[in-house]
């Protein structure tokens, strides 16, 4: 009888204890973006933000071509950091300090690198959480989306001690003066009309809520697909047997973009994103549910040196089921620490970029 000599090299992916502080990973799989890309980006989430939309309007304004959307992008990037860092990832639990250095285009290569910057084992000694310095870089070498990440990771042998616990300091926010803009990029003459509202950076108000009115529910099918486009191979969104709550959840980053998208009505002049400052995956989404966004403004900035473009800090709050009738409803402090509504989903602080009158 035939012996099978059959062997297993499907890699094992890293658990907690394979992390350790200064370690660099150069991920594998470079992602060449297409304009294909983007309509099925638009497809599954509805996304209508112009300068991802139109090529006279980029043009217009300075750029090559109409951009990659910002969380297209981000996502493509972060996919590329999965089988490194998060494919036995219990969790997504966070992001800080992303900052959108350079517009992508079609036909642009992203490759991906990162370097853990933290670690802390779980009072259980089953898991712990791992902090990533990533960098996503174009063909040229050059640096567009810069972010750090932590994310819950399963032990595999629970006998092995902990590390020494380090959790890196993070800024709570991207100063105005650290946000990119190209020098060539010019928002003057912006016509509003081609967005549909003439609201700008100087009719926003810090304190001012938005409730968007529109929801919009996950299919299944929907966010499987979405997570096939951005390459992100974590198990948990694809294999129910591998999620901690018996069936798939859906990726975190794909909520950001159906709840960005869903901001549109009522923030049509935010054009890109420059800056994410923090956020958290507050509850787990899973197909069949239904989301709806709010938005608060946080902070609004001028930009050194430019008059023609504004900043708006936002909080965007991603909610399941129905909306909140008030945005303190999201969450509250108890004994000192921040519990959060069970429906919300997502509370992400993040900035973009305005015409200014």
Same mark, same amino acid.
């Given at each position: 009888?035939?012996?099978?000599?059959?062997?297993?090299?499907?890699?094992?992916?890293?658990?907690?204890?394979?992390?350790?502080?200064?370690?660099?990973?150069? /991920?594998?799989?470079?992602?060449?973006?297409?304009?294909?890309? *983007?309509?099925?980006? =638009? @497809?599954?989430? +509805?996304?209508? &933000? $112009?300068?991802?939309?139109?090529?006279?309007?980029?043009?217009?304004?300075?750029?090559?071509?109409?951009?990659?959307?910002?969380?297209?992008?981000? /996502?493509?990037?972060?996919?590329?950091?999965?089988?490194?860092? *998060?494919?036995?990832? =219990? @969790?997504?639990? +966070?992001?800080? &300090? $992303?900052?959108?250095?350079?517009?992508?285009?079609?036909?642009?290569?992203?490759?991906?690198?990162?370097?853990?910057?933290?670690?802390?084992?779980?009072?259980?000694?089953?898991?712990?959480?791992?902090?990533?310095?990533?960098?996503?870089?174009?063909?040229?070498?050059?640096?567009?989306?810069?972010?750090?990440?932590?994310?819950?990771?399963?032990?595999?042998?629970?006998?092995?001690?902990?590390?020494?616990?380090?959790?890196?300091?993070?800024?709570?926010?991207?100063?105005?003066?650290?946000?990119?803009?190209?020098?060539?990029?010019?928002?003057?003459?912006?016509?509003?009309?081609?967005?549909?509202?003439?609201?700008?950076?100087?009719?926003?108000?810090?304190?001012?809520?938005?409730?968007?009115?529109?929801?919009?529910?996950?299919?299944?099918?929907?966010?499987?697909?979405?997570?096939?486009?951005?390459?992100?191979?974590?198990?948990?969104?694809?294999?129910?047997?591998?999620?901690?709550?018996?069936?798939?959840?859906?990726?975190?980053?794909?909520?950001?973009?159906?709840?960005?998208?869903?901001?549109?009505?009522?923030?049509?002049?935010?054009?890109?994103?420059?800056?994410?400052?923090?956020?958290?995956?507050?509850?787990?989404?899973?197909?069949?549910?239904?989301?709806?966004?709010?938005?608060?403004?946080?902070?609004?900035?001028?930009?050194?040196?430019?008059?023609?473009?504004?900043?708006?800090?936002?909080?965007?709050?991603?909610?399941?089921?129905?909306?909140?009738?008030?945005?303190?409803?999201?969450?509250?402090?108890?004994?000192?620490?921040?519990?959060?509504?069970?429906?919300?989903?997502?509370?992400?602080?993040?900035?973009?970029?305005?015409?200014?009158?």
């Amino acid at each position: 009888m035939h012996k099978s000599n059959a062997t297993n090299k499907s890699p094992r992916g890293n658990f907690f204890e394979d992390f350790k502080i200064g370690q660099v990973f150069q /991920h594998a799989t470079p992602r060449t973006v297409s304009d294909g890309d *983007s309509a099925l980006y =638009i @497809a599954l989430t +509805g996304a209508r &933000q $112009v300068l991802h939309s139109a090529q006279p309007v980029a043009h217009a304004m300075g750029y090559q071509n109409r951009t990659i959307d910002d969380l297209l992008a981000f /996502h493509i990037a972060l996919g590329k950091t999965v089988p490194d860092i *998060s494919i036995n990832a =219990i @969790a997504n639990l +966070g992001y800080a &300090q $992303v900052q959108f250095v350079r517009p992508i285009y079609a036909g642009d290569t992203i490759s991906a690198k990162s370097t853990v910057v933290g670690l802390k084992q779980n009072s259980d000694g089953k898991s712990g959480i791992v902090y990533v310095q990533c960098e996503a870089l174009n063909q040229d070498h050059q640096v567009v989306i810069s972010w750090i990440r932590w994310v819950m990771v399963r032990k595999s042998n629970l006998d092995t001690p902990a590390p020494e616990t380090v959790i890196p300091e993070l800024s709570k926010v991207v100063d105005a003066k650290h946000l990119n803009i190209p020098s060539n990029i010019e928002y003057d003459g912006f016509d509003t009309s081609i967005t549909g509202s003439s609201f700008v950076w100087d009719d926003y108000e810090i304190g001012e809520v938005i409730n968007h009115p529109s929801g919009m529910t996950v299919d299944e099918s929907d966010h499987t697909l979405a997570t096939k486009l951005y390459q992100n191979p974590a198990r948990l969104h694809f294999d129910a047997s591998k999620s901690t709550y018996g069936k798939r959840l859906v990726f975190g980053g794909h909520v950001m973009s159906v709840c960005r998208a869903l901001s549109y009505e009522g923030l049509e002049n935010a054009l890109s994103i420059a800056a994410i400052n923090g956020g958290a995956h507050c509850n787990p989404t899973f197909g069949g549910d239904t989301l709806y966004a709010h938005s608060e403004v946080l902070d609004r900035w001028e930009i050194p040196g430019r008059t023609d473009v504004g900043a708006l800090r936002l909080r965007l709050i991603g909610v399941k089921e129905k909306p909140l009738r008030f945005l303190s409803d999201a969450a509250s402090t108890i004994n000192g620490k921040q519990s959060y509504n069970p429906n919300v989903v997502l509370d992400l602080d993040y900035t973009v970029l305005m015409p200014r009158r």
